[in-house]
């Protein structure tokens, strides 16, 4: 097959061993294709140009078992999520588009955290500011926040997973595509200091094996 190299470049490539309950259902409730459903395998992958995504889904699904979750088109960016509960197929899925595309994984850009903070014990007022925004769970009076943003926006899905698995918060809103992406917890602050540290270390994976 010939290499595409050249045609786009490689934003983000993020595999998700296990897809945290909060954050599949999150994904099924915005979703656009195929829910993911909870502990799925799934896999992220954002490049530029936008409408290269086109190709890159076709050789995912032609090549495996996978099942197309989301699809975004923006004016610069194009992004794709793919799942199955075998992590071997989702693997699969995307050695074949980076076979295809004469890159590995070692090619996708670094992740640049732009905010990365903390709001403890936050008032009613904000709480309720943050519920406004949420497609998620309700924030609280008393309970603490982390918000983070990053770009590539597609490298928060892992630092939200992983924030999941290590620590008892609550998902308040995600966005992992457009131009920056967005990630907000609440809970417990100590649950969210170690919700925040997880997050942290999982972007700093990224950026060690980009």
Known sequence: MASDKSAFQLRAYVFID??????????????????????????????????????KIDQ??????????????????GMMQVHHSDQGEVRAAGEAVLTASGLSESD??????LQNKVIRSIEQDHAIAFTGMSA???????ESVLIMEAQPAAYLSIACNEALKAARVKLIDIRVFGATGRLILSGPEAEIDVAAQAASKALDHINTHH
């Open 18 to 55: 296990s897809l945290q309950p909060q954050l599949a259902q999150f994904m099924a409730k915005t979703n656009r294709v195929y829910d993911p459903r909870e502990y799925d395998a799934a896999l992220f992958l954002e490049i530029a140009p936008a409408m290269e995504i086109h190709t």
């Open 60 to 77: 995912a699904l032609k090549s495996t078992r996978v099942r197309l979750g989301s699809l975004v088109t923006e004016r610069v960016f």
């Open 108 to 113: 996708r850009a670094p992740c640049e955290i």
């Open 136 to 142: 998620g769970n309700m924030a609280l009076q008393g």
